[in-house]
DNA sequence: GTCTATACGCGGATAGAC
DNA sequence: GTCTATCCGCGTATAGAC
């Protein structure tokens, strides 16, 4: 194979491995036998490592920054952006079980510096479109606050639905995309426009 | 020292480092050096790893299923009793960076087995309390997906603490319990009690 | 580019002395 | 209960042949 569908090929194994078990749990073995070479050829590719570690996480990562901006400026109303967000953020977390899982991953155990560069590439952007979409529909005085809420809601549905079938009165659809991108578009809309929300704090 | 403290002392050490560095990442050598004895010794206490990681989880979560059900239950009006859900909730994960870096890595990577004891443990008596307070405050049809709501939003704004310092629009105080919880009860009340939420789907 | 061979420390775990 | 001593496989990583 040429060098670069190497390349390709070892990222995408990597990334897969480092999403399911955590990148601590995942040796260059590991890897390596995915790929179908030998753990030393990796090294031809990568210095060690960290460095592997650090492409992966930026190849996934990028895959998502690219598509996202055209997706969210299709809104009409503000009312309209904010579901366009919702509903995209839900199927990205529920759909692609690879990024959700290393974004949670990020946000648990990454540095200061990963962090910093994860908000800076992937989610800024989006997270300032919301944050104004959210200041049109609700007046709030504290968007930022407001718009962590609505990415805090889907994040936080993403984690519990492992947990979702022993949960007392949790049924099976509460963890699909569609029935929450309702529920949630559905709640999260009547605080927005509820006459006399005016933020807080 | 006698066997009951050091089993203690090893319990104790193990949670902290498993909390902080996921358990994959954290050697037998590692526990023994914080509790100051030979890797060895171990052995006497916990049959092996895998027993010292579930004993370990047992034991964060056991101290908080305790006193967590009577403060539950000192709500008088429903808004009071999710308000103090609200409270409670936020600040044992802001609070106790053990507990909740513990239960996130257990919904993350928990085998099926985990969760359900997780769940039965320590989620579903507060789980259902919640659930039976929202039916209360809000006649919602679907109450279990409001409350998963509920808790969603309070456990992913846990998880978005460590990137808020690179959002726009992000301030620090968006990251303490007391401002958390003004935001969180006021945006989510309103949902609740405006007058034609049904529930949805 | 990928291989074989290899170095070497860390990992979990056990046996048996004290 | 805790120790010393030890086993052995797995981990990252390098050198050098093909």
Redesign the interface.
Known sequence: MSNVNSREAILTAASTLYAT??Y??VSMRDVAAVVQIKPASLYYHFKDKEALVREAFAHVFAEKTAPMEEVLQVGRSAQERFEAFVAWFVRLLFEDPIFS?LL??E????T?ER??Y???TV??KP??QL?RTIADVSGST????????V???????Y??A???P??????A??GESE?LI???T???G??LM?PD?RG??
């Open positions: 078990r955590g601590e749990a899982r949670v991953r946000l648990l155990d990454g200061s962090l910093e994860l908000s800076e989610f800024d997270f300032s944050s504290e968007p930022a606050l407001t718009a962590m809420s990415v805090s809601m889907i994040l936080g549905h984690l519990l492992g947990a979702l022993h949960l007392s009165g949790g049924r659809e509460y029935v309702h529920h949630i559905e709640l999260l009547r605080a509820s929300f807080e704090a």
